[in-house]
């Protein structure tokens, strides 16, 4: 699946970042994030036509990070790995959604590193920022 991103806006009340996931079927899922990170932020997702999406990120401040989402089983869990494109080695992200208040798994997989918990750590933003 591919997947573009962009950071629309970044303050210290939090930032608003959008992303597109575009399936082969002519639709994309696109989704809103807002709020102040450290996993509490508000999430709106809609399903669209891909050239509405296409659109809605055009119509975003540059620049937007491109990559290929591969969902991944792993320690129980399902994992999403975005891979950049064109590839930047290390700048893989691994993405696992956890629910309110739900915590980190005692356990992950060796390709996982150490959480990025919100916009405070500098890792958080990649290559869009």
Do not use: N, Y
Request: charged residues 20%.
């Amino acid at each position: 699946m591919a997947v573009a991103r962009t950071l629309v806006r970044t303050a210290r009340a939090g930032s608003v970042r959008v992303e597109a996931a575009f399936g082969a079927d002519g639709e994309a899922r696109l989704t809103l994030q807002t709020g102040p990170g450290g996993g509490e932020r508000a999430v709106f997702s809609a399903t669209l036509a891909a050239d509405v999406a296409e659109a809605i990120l055009r119509a975003c401040p540059a620049p937007i990070a491109e990559c290929l989402r591969h969902t991944v089983p792993a320690a129980g869990r399902t994992w999403w790995v975005d891979e950049p494109i064109p590839a930047a080695p290390p700048a893989c992200r691994a993405i696992l959604k956890l629910g309110r208040g739900q915590p980190l798994p005692a356990e992950t997989p060796d390709w996982v590193g150490a959480p990025i918990d919100g916009p405070d750590d500098p890792s958080f933003h990649g290559p869009e920022r």
